[in-house]
């Protein structure tokens, strides 16, 4: 390969890797905004919290590094919430 095809390559590269890390904060931003609007709205359970980040489509691991939790605690959370929803 020559030298200029190997610059153009890594800096492809570079650009795109750049792009996922913007793209994953501005996504996180996104979400703390969400909750902070909850919060002004009055006094959420960890429960409505977890449902709401799970309507966001975040992730059990991304939702309770963000409530400082376990993704246990968030996956028996969501089950029990199909449960309920398949009670109905």
């Known amino acids: 390969m020559s030298k200029k095809k190997n610059e ?6 570079n650009e795109s890797d750049e792009l996922s890390v913007l793209n994953k904060i501005t996504r996180l931003l996104e979400i703390l905004v969400r909750l902070n609007l909850q919060t002004i709205r ?18 059990p691991s991304e939702i309770a590094d963000l409530l400082g939790t376990t993704s ?3 996956n028996v959370s969501l089950s029990n919430e199909k449960k309920k929803k398949r009670k109905k």
Request: glycine fraction near 8%; charged fraction near 35%.
């Open 8 to 13: 153009r390559t890594t800096r492809r590269t």
């Open 42 to 59: 009055g006094d959420r359970t960890q429960r409505d919290m977890i449902l709401m980040l799970d309507s966001a489509r975040c992730g």
């Open 72 to 74: 246990n605690t968030v």
